[in-house]
């Protein structure tokens, strides 16, 4: 078993909808969060990272933790078509020096 | 400012020769990580460097697999005696001192034939 699970997708949907992207994992010491959203051909660039439990939001973007569950979400709200790309999740049990363990990524498909 | 480059973008490679892919991170960057992402999947962390040394190899995949950096900046991973099972994107990232803020490169894409 994968230390973090996302499911592969791919997800479609039209122009404006609400998006929820998900991961779980199974290491409790996780403490950082992050979610890279990383465009065909692109490396992934970071789009929002949070500590420990809560929620975070940043525009069309909220990203949500529930440490207790072992359960990540991304949401995206007004979704338009500049948003079809693969969403990764990436987490890190240490503050420097170490390395981001990531999820297989999410590829969303955004419909006009 | 320049971002994260890395060079080839594109290397096709015949089966047992050797590859040496390059990164230059963000300057002033301290920290460096190479990651090995298979098609259509996530990234699998290969090493990471702090200043100049690599404290952490454990996740080269064999004894094929090299890397070193210089005057804490470019960095080179080095594949010999290539195998198919190489064929990935070789992505590189950077971060100043917080690890949740990676900046990546483009990437490699590596074909071994």
């Known amino acids: 078993q994968k230390e973090v699970e996302q499911d592969p997708g791919p997800l479609s949907v039209p122009e404006g909808a609400i998006v929820s992207l998900n991961c779980t994992y199974s290491?409790?010491?996780?403490?950082?969060f992050m979610w890279y959203r990383q465009y065909s051909r692109k490396g992934p660039e970071l789009l929002m990272y949070t500590y420990s439990s809560g929620n975070k939001e940043d525009g069309r973007f909220t990203a949500q933790v529930d440490k207790s569950s072992k359960y990540i979400s991304l949401f995206i709200r007004d979704s338009q078509p500049s948003d079809s790309a693969t969403y990764l999740c990436a987490m890190s049990n240490n503050n420097a020096g170490n390395m981001l363990t990531f999820g297989g990524g999410t590829r969303l498909m955004v419909k006009p | 400012g320049a971002g994260v480059s890395q060079s080839p973008s594109n290397k096709v490679t015949e089966k047992g020769k050797d590859v040496e892919l390059r990164c230059d991170p963000i300057?002033?960057?301290?920290?460096l990580y190479w990651y090995r992402q298979r098609l259509g999947q996530g990234l699998e962390f290969l090493i990471y460097?702090?200043?100049?040394?690599?404290?952490?190899k454990s996740g080269l995949p064999s004894d094929r697999f090299s890397a070193e950096r210089t005057g804490e900046s470019v960095s080179t991973l080095t594949i010999q005696r290539t195998q198919q099972e190489d064929s990935a994107v070789y992505l590189c990232?950077?971060?100043?001192?917080?690890?949740?803020?990676?900046?990546f490169g483009p990437g490699t894409r590596l074909t071994v034939t």
């Open positions: 990232a950077s971060s100043l001192d917080r690890i949740y803020e990676q900046y």
């Open positions: 300057s002033g960057h301290t920290a």
């Open positions: 290491n409790s010491a996780f403490q950082y």
């Open positions: 460097f702090q200043g100049n040394s690599a404290p952490d």
